[in-house]
């Protein structure tokens, strides 16, 4: 199986912007699609973004959409997840979650792998 590590969250103002990173161990990276999620306290893990195993498919939650940009790079065997213009209610910890598929969508019951979470925490 394989083992996802996330890093790269922090605190930041509202309008600002982090990079997190998922790094993958453990089984050929790029024969998993990979998605990013985020659950608020007292909330449901919700779908934040997905990429195929090559890259070249990718899909966002309305409510990131134009704001957060996913990406991979297999040789490095990481994901990465760009957010810019940060809200408040972006506040969560994000999870980066792995499929042994070219695909997967935004269930979180599609991936059987998942990292321990980072904590984002953006402030108004």
């Known amino acids: 199986q394989v083992q996802l590590v996330e890093s790269g969250g922090g605190l930041v103002q509202a309008g600002g912007s982090l990079r997190l990173s998922c790094a993958a161990s453990?089984?050929?990276?790029?024969?998993?699609?990979m998605g990013w999620f985020r659950q608020a306290p007292g909330k449901e893990r919700e779908f934040v973004s997905r990429?195929?195993?090559?890259?070249?498919?990718?899909g966002y939650a309305d409510s990131v959409k134009g704001r957060f940009t996913i990406s991979r790079d297999n040789a490095k065997n990481t994901v990465y997840l760009q957010m810019n213009s940060l809200k408040p209610e972006d506040t969560a910890v994000y999870y980066c979650?792995?499929?042994?598929?070219?695909?997967?969508?935004?269930?979180?019951?599609?991936?059987?792998?998942w990292g321990q979470g980072t904590q984002v925490t953006v402030s108004s």
């Open positions: 979650a792995a499929t042994y598929s070219d695909y997967a969508g935004s269930y979180a019951g599609s991936y059987p792998y």
């Open positions: 453990g089984r050929t990276f790029s024969n998993y699609a």
């Open positions: 990429i195929s195993r090559s890259g070249r498919s990718t």
